[in-house]
């Protein structure tokens, strides 16, 4: 049974519908990219996964075992984190907040938890850092580290490598890789970088304004949608 | 030293003056380091003037004071909150328009009715004269409550002040944390307001907070500093008030504009070290 499946979901805001009637499945395991322009409502997708909006139409389907509060969501940054005084640690270990209910505190597990996927995105060194005084990957790192806390299953990114130099860039990319390949984590990555989304990802998500693609970047190669976007660029690749 | 803290302390003017005024501190500035890092600094502003309206129309209806400010400031709170998440006014333009406008008709309550007189000015500026009994009960009583719902919900504030996306995705109820800290926060004016008066009330929330984050790093520390820097402030403030008749919220700021100052300074000789 997939992670979530869509079936003709629609959201609109005042009756201005963003996104028609859209169907496309999340697998276990599957690399999923969704890309499209500004305004195609590709941030509207985003809170309706989370289960933050509700569709005005159609349905989102999660499957068995899985709840909505399990994905680990990577949300943008805002202005306010940039100058926030908290520890590494603190951040990180916040993603596991959706275990707790309305109990206080942390447990040893949520804690041991915290130091493994610290551990595992090598930034246990910084663990008593500064988040504000830290470089942009190695922000997006704990970041990361946090969603970890919250999901085994699911990351959702929300165009991750905004404001990333190039080095840092590539280093994220291969990281959600190894989380991809070598940890069975499912990513849903949220992108407007074309060029590394059929680069990285297993299937395209590709919103417009007046249609969609839907299927393994192999496919969007060849779709009318995928010729158009890649165009020349595609040639570059071959030479 | 001794004889100077045992005479202080046969007032019981005094007395009262200290048991709220450690207590709302230590509520005001705990708040404080969500709202200034939720940049809703000016928020505390804005409801003190409509706390001040609040009082000066209980002064028009021969009304006892809280009763009428305390639910007033409330309703003004989730109306500023309300009116920044969804409305097309930004959030610091609401404030001034509800704060300035509430002082409007707090001052034209009073000129119509009473005229400025001497209870109207410690509204406005704060006097250790102003606490009664039944003030000293209910501020405990709300400090009290304050300072278990943080304490219970350290981590979840923690999370909506620090990314409230990820907090809601996490399906923490925000809007619920959202609706307690500006409750709280009302109430703690409310309180506070009569000691360190309508125009100067906000400084226990921003001063504190902003201070403890010269230096510190970590949200616990900033947290705890905060605590620590406000209850010296106002224990320091409100000597030199008592000693030299100073009034007691001026008296109050004045250490902590010292404090920022020094912290400040420390701040950027370690930044140099480092």
Do not use: W
């Not at chain 1, 697998?27 to 999923?32: A, F, I, M, P």
């Amino acid at each position: 049974m997939s992670l979530i499946a869509c079936d003709k979901v629609s959201f609109s805001y005042e009756k201005q519908i963003v996104v028609n009637e859209l169907s496309f499945s999340i697998e276990k395991g599957d690399y999923l990219c969704i890309i499209g322009e500004n305004g195609t409502g590709k941030t509207t997708l985003v809170k309706g996964l989370l289960g933050l909006k509700k569709p005005s139409g159609g349905k989102i389907t999660v499957g068995d075992s899985f709840q909505p509060t399990e994905i680990g969501y990577v949300p943008q940054q805002t202005v306010a984190q940039k100058d926030f005084p908290a520890s590494v640690y603190e951040v990180v270990i916040s993603g596991c907040l959706n275990q707790r209910g309305m109990r206080p505190g942390y447990s040893k597990e949520n804690k041991e938890r915290a130091n493994s996927n610290m551990e595992l995105l090598g930034i246990s060194d910084l663990r008593k850092k500064c988040y504000r005084n830290l470089s942009g990957g190695q922000q997006q790192r704990v970041l990361l580290a946090r969603s970890l806390c919250a999901t085994t299953s699911l990351l959702l990114l929300d165009e991750p490598t905004t404001g990333l130099d190039p080095v840092a860039t590539t280093e994220f990319y291969s990281m959600i890789d190894r989380l991809n390949k070598k940890h069975g984590i499912t990513i849903v990555m949220v992108s407007h970088a074309i060029k590394e989304a059929i680069e990285h990802a297993g299937s395209i998500l590709h919103l417009s304004h007046s249609s969609y693609f839907y299927g393994t970047v192999e496919a969007y190669r060849h779709s009318t949608f995928g010729k158009r976007f890649l165009g020349g660029m595609e040639d570059d690749h071959i030479n | 030293m001794i004889t100077l803290i045992r005479e202080m302390f046969s007032y019981p003017f005094m007395v009262r003056a200290m048991i709220v005024g450690t207590l709302v501190s230590v509520c005001a500035s705990l708040l404080g380091v969500s709202l200034v890092l939720k940049r809703y600094s000016m928020i505390g502003d804005g409801l003190s003037h409509v706390g001040f309206g609040a009082l000066a129309l209980a002064v028009a209806l021969n009304m006892a004071p809280l009763k009428v400010a305390i639910p007033v400031v409330i309703v003004a709170a989730f109306i500023l909150l309300r009116v920044t998440e969804n409305s097309k006014i930004q959030g610091d333009a609401a404030i001034a328009l509800i704060s300035t406008g509430a002082l409007a008709v707090g001052v034209m309550l009073v000129s119509l009715t009473t005229g400025m007189n001497m209870d109207v000015y410690n509204y406005m500026f704060g006097s250790i004269l102003a606490m009664s009994r039944e003030d000293v009960v209910l501020s405990i009583m709300v400090s009290i409550i304050v300072l278990i719902l943080y304490v219970i919900f350290y981590e979840k504030i923690f999370a909506v002040t620090f990314d409230e996306t990820f907090a809601k995705a996490t399906g923490i109820n925000t809007n619920l944390y959202h609706m307690l800290l500006s409750i709280l926060t009302a109430l703690i004016i409310v309180l506070g307001m009569r000691m360190m008066g309508a125009l100067l009330i906000s400084s226990l929330i921003v001063f504190p907070a902003v201070t403890a984050m010269r230096i510190c790093h970590t949200f616990k520390s900033v947290t705890i500093t905060a605590v620590l820097v406000s209850i010296v402030s106002f224990i320091v403030g409100i000597t030199t008030s008592y000693l030299y008749a100073t009034p007691t919220g001026a008296s109050i700021v004045i250490v902590d504009i010292i404090l920022f100052i020094l912290f400040q300074l420390y701040g950027l000789i370690i930044k140099k070290n480092v």
